[in-house]
């Protein structure tokens, strides 16, 4: 299986800050990388494929970045609908498809 | 615009049966593979079962391979998850999600609201 690790678990930053969540994959899955958020109680909303193609409707304040194993999810200033959690997803193999374990954006 | 309904779940004792059933509309539903992803509570995402648009292709996590059987039936626009020999830390919501292509990517742009999954005897 192909292990996904966010870093950092937990983050706490303020309304118009600038923020950047990162993601390591176990094996290279090239740019097969995909993020998710996650408010309490609702379903995940796709928010960015390919590593760096935006989801229709997703601001242009998200973004994406990397290829290979190590990739970032940058928020470039947080707005109050921001605060959520993030996570990343590989689609290069389906033995399994394989999330990282998350991490919580939280309002400082 | 695309929609996913899911339905079928509840409370079931350890060792038993469920089938879950996601209701689609809003795109040519034959065009689409789609998946079933999951949620424990309090944690993270994990895919559990993926088939291609056809029904022809599925796909499974080691965790469920042999006891959970994915299927689709195109000319009701439904999606299942067949669930047998159940044990406690199958509890999770259960979320339908359509992915872009016929054939199955791993790309989950759409998802529905979740039908909760409780184990427990």
């Known amino acids: 299986d192909i292990q996904m690790t966010q870093s950092p678990s937990s983050l706490s930053a303020s309304v118009g800050d600038r923020v950047t969540i990162a993601c390591r994959a176990s094996q290279s899955i090239n740019t097969y990388l995909n993020w998710y958020q996650q408010k309490p109680g609702k379903a995940p909303k796709f928010l960015i494929y390919a590593t760096s193609t935006l989801q229709s409707g997703v601001p242009s304040r998200f973004s994406g970045n990397g290829s290979g194993t190590d990739f970032t999810l940058t928020i470039s200033s947080l707005q109050p609908e921001d605060f959520a959690t993030y996570y990343c997803?590989?689609?290069?193999?389906?033995?399994?498809?394989?999330f990282g374990q998350g991490t919580k954006l939280e309002i400082k | 615009e695309v929609q996913l309904v899911e339905s079928g779940g509840g409370l079931v004792q350890p060792g038993g049966s469920l089938r879950l059933s996601c209701a689609a509309s809003g795109f040519t539903f034959s065009f689409y593979a789609m998946s079933w992803v999951r949620q424990a509570p309090g944690k993270g995402l994990e895919w559990v079962s993926a088939?291609?648009?056809?029904?022809?292709?599925?796909y499974y996590a080691d965790s469920v391979k042999g006891r959970f059987t994915i299927s689709r039936d195109n000319s009701k626009n439904a999606l299942f998850l067949h669930m047998d020999s159940l044990r406690i830390g199958d509890t999770a919501v259960y979320y339908c999600?359509?992915?872009?292509?016929?054939?199955?990517?791993?790309?989950?742009?759409?998802w529905g609201q979740g039908t909760l999954v409780t184990v427990s005897s």
């Open positions: 088939v291609s648009g056809s029904g022809d292709r599925t």
């Open positions: 997803q590989q689609s290069h193999s389906n033995s399994p498809y394989t």
């Open positions: 999600a359509k992915d872009p292509s016929v054939a199955v990517a791993g790309d989950f742009h759409y």
